[in-house]
């Protein structure tokens, strides 16, 4: 399975070199490998039926798997009584209809989901095994991400269930054995007016004359909603060239007044560095990455970024800060100075949203923005980030979090009291803004 995985991942979008590993193998050895792997080679072979392979390779293929077969009868993971597809589905409906975020799946625990950023364990449905996990996996997973998976332990994917909802899923291991989580993406962009951004960030959208805009934010805080909605926006009133590159793909966008295309790693391209390249020769107004991870593709952005492109990234970061720092770290300090200099000076937007729970118990965004001044490109090149704190403060077209959450306290929108008990670093918080909210509170009378 080890060489039969290795050559899967090897292909390249041509299938011929797993196949003929398969055929190699004695049937004895493929007879004894466990139920999931025999479930797994099935499921391949189903797969590359519409893939770019010799026909003789696959039909030796087929034939191998039929002979193991005879010799020990049909393969299959099944919970008790019923099939394990069947059971995940339910599963699935259920989660749409709690309207959950999130739904975590490990072996031998219930299964547990996430709404309203709390964590509910699911009561009356089964409990999956090891096997009824990999057998989940299997029937989604592509050949190419299951050999990703194979070799890394962990890989994202998205699964679009007809009828029901999109899902980004996450496989992995933990102490060796496989979990999912699936985040749940609705089918239905939201309206970027209903998602009350900010005058001042709405401002630097419109104007789109080039630059860097980074959203960041902790997990499950909206991040890619977001971005959906302003990708959607644009799509929507300009016409524009939209390119996105996405590892994996999220929402799904269809033309409007703009031309939109998505391309996903793994699928559409090897990497957003190969897919970026082709932004650079030109006709693209607005790119989406979903992820950066390496200089060579940093460079390739702010280059863009200098050609009049608009370029949207998400950054992980509980802050402004953290993300500019995480974005940076990509650059290393000895004889990049320029670079630096370039990135600050591209950058247009960096925006950090975190989700609270409003007075109805409902859940809103809370953001913290920065709209780069003179100054603030200079602490960024320099890399000074303990001085643009104070800056967010202060400046008109910034706000820290701290800030902007007493600002919807004031406005009536999050209580205080319930706020400190989801915000960072609370004491600072509370420590600076109880006084105002008193005064406030005695100016009232």
């Known amino acids: ?76 993971v099944q919970l008790q009584g019923e099939e394990v597809g069947e059971q995940f589905l339910r599963i699935l409906k259920t989660v749409k209809e709690m309207k959950a ?12 989901v996430r709404v309203g950023g709390s964590l509910h364990e699911l009561a009356d449905v089964p409990i999956f095994s090891v096997g009824d996990l990999q057998a989940i996996i299997g029937e989604y997973i592509s050949p190419a991400y299951s050999a990703i998976l194979s070799q890394y332990k962990v890989v994202d994917f998205s699964l679009s269930v007809p009828g029901l909802s999109r899902f980004r899923v996450s496989a992995y ?22 998602l009350n951004l900010e005058s001042t960030i709405l401002q630097s959208l419109e104007e789109g004359q080039g630059g860097l805009y980074l959203i960041s934010g902790p997990a499950v805080a909206g991040k890619s909603t977001l971005v959906a909605a302003i990708l959607n926006h644009l799509n929507q009133t300009k016409p524009l060239r939209i390119q996105t590159f996405e590892d994996p793909i999220e929402f799904l966008f269809r033309d409007a007044v703009a031309s939109i295309t998505q391309r996903e790693v793994g699928s559409d391209m090897q990497s957003i560095v190969s897919g970026v390249r082709y932004v650079l020769k030109g006709g693209v107004n607005w790119l989406f990455v979903s992820s950066v991870d390496s200089l060579e593709l ?4 702010i280059t863009a970024a200098e050609s009049s492109v608009n370029v949207i990234l998400t950054v992980p970061g509980v802050s402004v800060t953290a993300a500019l720092e995480t974005l ?31 007075l109805d118990k409902a859940v809103v965004p809370v953001r913290e923005y920065m709209i780069p001044d003179a100054n603030l490109r200079n602490l960024i090149r320099e890399c000074r980030w303990q001085g643009i704190l104070p800056q967010l403060e202060t400046l008109p077209n910034c706000r820290s979090l701290h800030k902007r959450a007493f ?39």
């Open 328 to 358: 940076t770290s990509l650059i290393p300090r000895e004889g990049n100075q320029s670079l630096l200099d370039r990135f600050s000076h591209s950058l247009r937007l960096c925006l950090c949203q975190h989700l609270y729970h409003d």
């Open 1 to 76: 399975m080890k060489d039969f995985r290795e050559a899967l991942k090897n292909c390249q979008g041509v299938f011929n070199a797993p196949l003929e590993v398969l055929i190699r193998q004695p049937v004895e050895a493929i007879a004894s490998l466990p139920n999931e792997d025999i479930v797994f080679l099935k499921r391949v072979l189903e797969k590359l039926k519409t893939k770019q392979v010799q026909p003789q390779l696959y039909k030796q293929a087929l034939q191998k798997l039929e002979l193991v077969e005879k010799r020990t009868g049909p393969r299959r």
């Open 173 to 194: 291991h933990e102490a060796g054995r496989p979990a999912i989580s699936l985040k749940q993406i609705p089918f239905d962009i939201p309206e970027l007016s209903s």
């Open 101 to 112: 975020e999130v739904l975590h799946l490990k072996p031998d625990l219930k299964p547990h």
């Open 298 to 301: 940093l460079e390739f952005l």
């Open 407 to 445: 600002e919807m306290v004031q406005n009536q929108i999050l209580d205080f009291d319930a706020l400190l008990e989801e915000i960072e670093e609370r004491d600072n918080f509370e420590s600076r803004y109880r006084p105002q909210l008193k005064r406030k509170v005695g100016d009232d009378f």
